[in-house]
Structures are given as C-alpha cells and as structure tokens.
T-cell receptor
Framework: EAGVAQSPRYKIIEKRQSVAFWCNPI?????LYWYQQILGQGPKLLIQ????????DSQLPKDRFSAERLKGVDSTLKIQPAKLEDSAVYLC??????????????FGPGTRLTVL | AQSVTQLGSHVSVSEGALVLLRCNYS??????LFWYVQYPNQGLQLLLK??????LVKGINGFEAEFKKSETSFHLTKPSAHMSDAAEYFC??????????FGAGTRLFVKA
C-alpha cells in the first residue's frame, strides 16, 4: 500500500512570498490532516478535513494560510504571504475513519519550509 | 483544555538498558492516547495506542505503555534499548472532539 505522499520535500523562500504544498493521502482514507511542526516542538494541527469538508481549522492563521481538499482526495496548503515564523516542517497525515478519534494517523515525510 | 506533557526533551540510555519515556495528560475525560516515533527525515509512525480495554498496551519493536488513570500517565517503556531505537518520540492524545494534541517530543539517544 502506498503511503502518504508530499511535495516538495524542501522549499526556501523569501518573506512575503507565496508557497504551496501538496499532499496525496492513502487511497480510501476519509480524514486528512495538516500539521505544522516547528523545530523543537510537537506537531500542531492546522486543519482537519473529513472527505472534502473542514472538521477543524481553529488553529489555522486564516489571514495568510488556506487549504483545500478537492474531491475528497488530494489537498493543498498555501501560505500567502509567508513570514519568518512560518519556517517549519509541514506534515500531512491521513486516517481511514470518518472522524479519526481513535484512528491511527499515517504521516507523510513532510515539507521543510525555510523563510528568509 | 486538554494538554499532553512529555517530561524530558532528551533522554540518553546505554544499549541494553531500560528505556522509559514519560507522558502525562490533562483531561477531564479519559482520552485516547498514542505514542508515535519519528526517525530523521521521515514522517511520524505509530508505535502503539490506547483506546479502551486493557491498560497495558504492546506496540511494535518491543515497546509497551501503560495507561494509569489515577496518575494521568501513559509512559512508554522498552526493556532493552537498541541502537536503532534512537529517534524522537511523541506522545499524543485525543478527546471527544477528535482533535489530536501532541506533546513536545523526547529525543532518545542510545549509547554503545
């Protein structure tokens, strides 16, 4: 079974530029998550989708971050404009069930973003 | 609000020694609890999880954890450390809202 795919793996941009990350979850997984992992910290949930609807986006900085999950499969996370404090690893994960409360989450390798 | 606290950002053990990584949760209701491991340049991988039932949970690679409600703890142990266990370990929990909260992580070093 193919795992969660993410691209790009690394991205370096200047502050105030825009950037987009892509995630392809495991086939058939209903729930998709985007996490931000700042160096030295645990992953912080940014947004959670169930199929193509948003379940939780309470910690997504909506003035600069946006995310969508088209047709309940692939997802993109965008930052516009980027700030220095956005430097982090962005992790995508997916899980099989509708809500994912007890589900195992399957993580992709992440995208390491450096904002200069 | 729910929180997950991992005691010790770094733990160092000798190969063959006991591994003990500590995790405490703060919740008004018993949560679902998880331990994930992250190897360098890789995504997180599930080691084990507690949902309901038996409080001693066995996971992959010889790890186990015990849910202790009275102590609000879910510590991870392995009887004998191996060099390949060197990684970062994250404790996580979810409650009825199905939102997962991760601890800050503990980096395990294994000395030869």
């Amino acid at each position: 079974e193919a795992g969660v795919a993410q691209s790009p793996r690394y991205k370096i941009i200047e502050k105030r530029q825009s950037v987009a990350f892509w995630c392809n979850p495991i086939s058939g997984h209903a729930t998709l998550y985007w996490y931000q992992q700042i160096l030295g910290q645990g992953p912080k949930l940014l947004i959670q989708f169930q199929n193509n609807g948003v379940v939780d986006d309470s910690q997504l900085p909506k003035d600069r971050f946006s995310a969508e999950r088209l047709k309940g499969v692939d997802s993109t996370l965008k930052i516009q404009p980027a700030k220095l404090e956005d430097s982090a690893v962005y992790l995508c994960a997916s899980s099989p069930q509708r809500t994912g409360g007890t589900d195992t989450q399957y993580f992709g390798p992440g995208t390491r973003l450096t904002v200069l | 609000a729910q929180s997950v606290t991992q005691l010790g950002s770094h733990v160092s053990v000798s190969e063959g020694a006991l591994v003990l990584l500590r995790c405490n949760y703060s919740s008004s209701v018993p949560p679902y609890l998880f331990w994930y491991v992250q190897y360098p340049n890789q995504g997180l991988q599930l080691l084990l999880k507690y949902t309901t039932g038996a409080t001693l949970v066995k996971g992959i690679n010889g790890f186990e954890a015990e849910f202790k409600k009275s102590e609000t703890s879910f510590h991870l142990t392995k009887p004998s450390a191996h060099m390949s266990d060197a990684a970062e370990y994250f404790c996580a929990g979810t409650t009825g809202g199905f939102k997962t909260i991760f601890g800050a992580g503990t980096r395990l070093f294994v000395k030869a």
